[in-house]
């Protein structure tokens, strides 16, 4: 059964087991090579999906350890380019499928070492499940923050072994990520900017997510861009506005100061999957443009 933070995120998203073994990992590795679409995310609208050429890229996917697990993730990068600038992709609960995999190639167009693992490689396969209710209450709920901001940090460490300047790094995720977003740029030292797309802002505290980006506002050690729709039927606008007044009332938290955010008044929940229905073509390619743009500002790229 779903807790009231697990419902929102059903909500938000609704318009569209394994166990640690080599099987596990194998199909956790397969979802993140960015192949397909997870079935949850039906319906897809693949007419509309923008497909980003991997030329002049270097890409693939490889498997970081932490605390003993093989961590899968893909990664796209200017081929041949070293000492870049490195941003961190975080998934929606579908998994990293080939929309987070073009994502990623389209911030390697832009310059960076860009890194998407797969955050549920533990828990289960998001492209295993045609039902968003049982992804979420077997998957999903199961995802500790704390194995998260780990496997981050993994990931972090990974950039900066294969040509990544860790004085650089951004991250930005989307829905569920969006929330990760906010609570790695509380958590992180080498994060410099952060961008959320419409993630949660606001829930209640349980043993594998104890803290929010609300209740985190005044930590944040890096500026975060909020990109949020107007329309958004999980994400009420009330809940952007308290985080606003809690990172300006953060008057000793240079990062919760330098904080924004951009309401696309017209844009559903997940505007920027270009995959599905929610799809809005302006917000999507305006938010990526300011995603870029504050990534540069404050001295990642």
Same mark, same amino acid.
Not at 49 to 77: C, M, N, Q, R
Not at 224 to 252: E, H, R, S
Not at 271 to 300: C, I, M, Q, T
């Given at each position: ?16 087991? +394994? ?15 960015? @192949?397909?679409?997870?079935? &949850? ?20 996917? +490889? !498997? /970081? ?20 600038? @490195? ?6 609960? /579908? ?7 073009? &994502? ?35 998957? @999903? ?14 990931? @972090? ?15 930005? $995720? ?6 990760? &977003? ?20 606001? $829930?209640?505290? !349980?043993?594998? !997510? ?27 606008? !009330? ?19 330098? +904080? ?17 229905? +929610? ?23």
């Amino acid at each position: 059964m779903l807790n009231q933070d697990q419902s929102q995120d059903f909500d938000a998203l609704l318009p569209g087991q +394994s166990t640690v073994n080599g099987a596990s990992r194998r199909t956790a590795l397969k979802v993140a090579l960015g @192949v397909g679409y997870a079935a &949850t995310a039906m319906p897809i609208m693949a007419q509309t999906a923008i497909k980003t050429p991997a030329d002049g890229l270097t890409t693939g996917e +490889s !498997t /970081f350890t932490v605390d003993g697990f093989s961590v899968p993730f893909f990664h796209a990068a200017p081929a041949g380019k070293k000492n870049l600038p @490195v941003v961190l992709v975080i998934q929606e609960i /579908f998994g990293v499928h080939e929309y987070i995999a073009d &994502t990623c190639r389209r911030f390697a167009k832009a310059g960076y070492l860009a890194i998407a693992p797969e955050m549920f490689a533990r828990q289960g396969d998001p492209s295993s499940y045609g039902e968003m209710a049982k992804l979420m209450a077997e998957v @999903v709920s199961k995802v500790p923050d704390a194995q998260v901001m780990k496997d981050l940090d993994g990931a @972090v460490a990974w950039a900066g072994a294969n040509g990544g300047n860790l004085n650089k790094v951004a991250i930005t $995720g989307f829905c569920w990520g969006g929330r990760i &977003t906010w609570l790695y740029a509380a958590q992180s030292k080498n994060v410099k900017a952060g961008v959320a797309w419409y993630g949660r802002l606001v $829930g209640n505290g !349980t043993a594998l !997510t104890p803290k929010h980006p609300l209740d985190l506002a005044a930590n944040l050690n890096a500026p975060v861009l909020g990109l949020y729709g107007g329309q958004d039927g999980g994400i009420p606008l !009330t809940t952007v506005n308290q985080m606003k007044d809690a990172m300006a009332g953060a008057k000793g938290n240079a990062a919760a100061q330098a +904080s924004e955010f951009v309401v696309y008044k017209d844009a559903p929940h997940a505007f920027h999957a270009d995959y599905r229905p +929610s799809y809005r073509k302006d917000a999507a390619e305006d938010g990526f443009k300011r995603a870029l743009a504050w990534f540069k500002a404050n001295g990642v790229a």
